[in-house]
C-alpha cells in the first residue's frame, strides 16, 4: 500500500512538473509574441513620425512660399517670419556668428549655402589653409514657439580674411536636411539714406533676434574697405547676419559695429562684387549657372584669397581709439564709455 502511495505521488509530481514547463513555454510564446506586436507597433510609429515631419517640412514650404504673394502692407509679422527661417547660427571654435541661408538645386540636388562673415570663419582655418567644419544651428518657430530645431555640419568654400581681404566668407552644409527657405539677394544698387532695413541675426548668441532701424548712411570707408551704415541693433554675435529691406531683400551682411546703433554692413555692390572673382555668385543667384567644371570637392579645392594664416581670439578685436577716448575694452558685451569712437569687429561671443 506504501509502495503504490508512492507511485501516485511520483506520478503527481511528475504531472505537475509537466503542466509547469507547458505553461511556461505558454507563457514565452506570448511574451515574445507581444514583444513582436511592439516592435512593429513601435517601426509603425517611427516611419509616422518620419512622414509627419516630411509632411510638415513640404507644408511649410508651400505656405511659406506663397506668404509673400498675401502678405498685406504695413504686415510686418510674416516677413519676420520669413527673415527668420533664411538666418543661422555658425558655431565656430570658441564662439559664434550669424549667417544667412541661400539654397539651390545642382544636378538633381538641395544644396544649402551659407553666407557669413570672415571672422566668423576665421578660426576654422588651420595651419596648412584648410579649414575645419562648422556647426550650423538652425530653428523652426511657430507662434513665438520652437518647433523644431536642426544641427548640422557645414565645410568652408570660399572665404577672405578681416584684414587684408573683404571679410567673407561662403560655406556648404555636407549633411541631408529638410527644406530651408532661400534669401534672395538684392541688386548692387546704393540704398537711399532713411531706408527701413531690418537685421536678424544671432545677437549674443541668442538665434533669431529681429531689430529694425535705418540706412544711416552710405560709403564710409574703414582701412579702405567701404561699408554702409545703419542704426539696426548688433552685437558680438551678430556678425554675417543680413539686412534686409522691407520687402525681404538681403542687402548686405553685417560685420563691423561700434554699439547701438552705430553698425555697419558689406552692401550687396561690394559683395557681388567678390563673389564675382571668386566664381561663386551662383551662390547668390540663380540666374547664374553653376560652372559645370567645377565639382563641390574642387570648389573646396580651390585657390582662396586669403593664403596667410592669422590666429584670431574669440573675443572681439578692439581697434586703437583716438587720443583721449576711453573705452571699455574688455566687456564683451559691447559697453563703452567716452565718446564711442573706438570701433571693433563684431565677432565671436
Known amino acids: 500500500m506504501q509502495r503504490l502511495f508512492n507511485w501516485l505521488v511520483i506520478a503527481f509530481l511528475c504531472f505537475l512538473t509537466v503542466n509547469f514547463y507547458n505553461s511556461?513555454?505558454?507563457?514565452?510564446?506570448?511574451?515574445?509574441?507581444?514583444?513582436?506586436?511592439?516592435?512593429?507597433?513601435?517601426?509603425?510609429?517611427?516611419?509616422?513620425?518620419?512622414?509627419?515631419?516630411?509632411?510638415?517640412?513640404?507644408?511649410?514650404?508651400?505656405?511659406?512660399?506663397?506668404?509673400?504673394?498675401?502678405?498685406?502692407?504695413?504686415?510686418?509679422?510674416?516677413?519676420?517670419?520669413?527673415?527668420?527661417?533664411?538666418?543661422?547660427?555658425?558655431?565656430?571654435?570658441?564662439?559664434?556668428?550669424?549667417?544667412?541661408?541661400?539654397?539651390?538645386?545642382?544636378?538633381?540636388?538641395?544644396?544649402?549655402?551659407?553666407w557669413t562673415a570672415g571672422h566668423v570663419a576665421a578660426s576654422l582655418q588651420q595651419m596648412d589653409g584648410t579649414f575645419k567644419n562648422a556647426t550650423i544651428k538652425f530653428e523652426r518657430r511657430y507662434c513665438g514657439q520652437v518647433i523644431r530645431k536642426w544641427e548640422l555640419k557645414a565645410k568652408v568654400i570660399a572665404f577672405s580674411n578681416q584684414y587684408t581681404g573683404e571679410d567673407l566668407a561662403l560655406l556648404e552644409i555636407t549633411e541631408d536636411c529638410a527644406w530651408f527657405r532661400s534669401a534672395v539677394f538684392a541688386d548692387d544698387e546704393i540704398q537711399p539714406v532713411g531706408t527701413e532695413v531690418i537685421h536678424v541675426g544671432s545677437t549674443a548668441g541668442f538665434e533669431d533676434s529681429v531689430s529694425l532701424g535705418i540706412?544711416?548712411?552710405?560709403?564710409?570707408?574703414?582701412?579702405?574697405?567701404?561699408?554702409d551704415q545703419t542704426s539696426t541693433m548688433a552685437y558680438p554675435g551678430s556678425s554675417?547676419?543680413?539686412?534686409?529691406?522691407?520687402?525681404?531683400?538681403?542687402?548686405?551682411?553685417?560685420?563691423?559695429?561700434?554699439?547701438?546703433?552705430?553698425?555697419?554692413?558689406?552692401?550687396?555692390?561690394?559683395?557681388?562684387?567678390?563673389?564675382?572673382?571668386?566664381?561663386?555668385?551662383?551662390?547668390?543667384?540663380?540666374?547664374?549657372?553653376?560652372?559645370?567644371?567645377?565639382?563641390?570637392?574642387?570648389?573646396?579645392?580651390?585657390?582662396?584669397?586669403?593664403?596667410v594664416i592669422i590666429s584670431l581670439p574669440p573675443s572681439p578685436v578692439s581697434l586703437t581709439p583716438p587720443h583721449g577716448t576711453r573705452t571699455s575694452s574688455g566687456n564683451r558685451g559691447g559697453s563703452f564709455l567716452g565718446g564711442l569712437l573706438s570701433f571693433w569687429y563684431i565677432a565671436l561671443i
Open 240 to 307: 554675417g547676419g543680413g539686412v534686409y529691406t522691407t520687402d525681404g531683400k538681403c542687402i548686405g551682411l553685417v560685420t563691423l559695429g561700434v554699439g547701438p546703433g552705430l553698425n555697419f554692413y558689406v552692401p550687396m555692390r561690394r559683395l557681388r562684387v567678390w563673389a564675382k572673382k571668386e566664381g561663386i555668385e551662383w551662390a547668390m543667384d540663380k540666374d547664374v549657372p553653376v560652372p559645370l567644371s567645377r565639382t563641390p570637392t574642387e570648389l573646396e579645392m580651390a585657390p582662396r584669397e586669403a593664403e
Open 215 to 227: 540706412v544711416s548712411q552710405t560709403d564710409r570707408v574703414f582701412r579702405g574697405k567701404m561699408y
Open 24 to 114: 511556461r513555454n505558454d507563457l514565452s510564446e506570448v511574451v515574445h509574441s507581444r514583444y513582436a506586436d511592439f516592435c512593429i507597433i513601435s517601426e509603425r510609429q517611427h516611419r509616422f513620425q518620419e512622414t509627419y515631419l516630411k509632411l510638415s517640412d513640404r507644408l511649410n514650404a508651400i505656405i511659406l512660399t506663397h506668404a509673400r504673394d498675401i502678405r498685406k502692407d504695413g504686415d510686418r509679422f510674416i516677413l519676420y517670419a520669413e527673415l527668420q527661417d533664411m538666418s543661422v547660427k555658425v558655431i565656430v571654435d570658441g564662439g559664434s556668428g550669424s549667417g544667412v541661408l541661400f539654397t539651390r538645386e545642382i544636378e538633381g540636388e538641395q544644396k544649402v549655402f551659407i
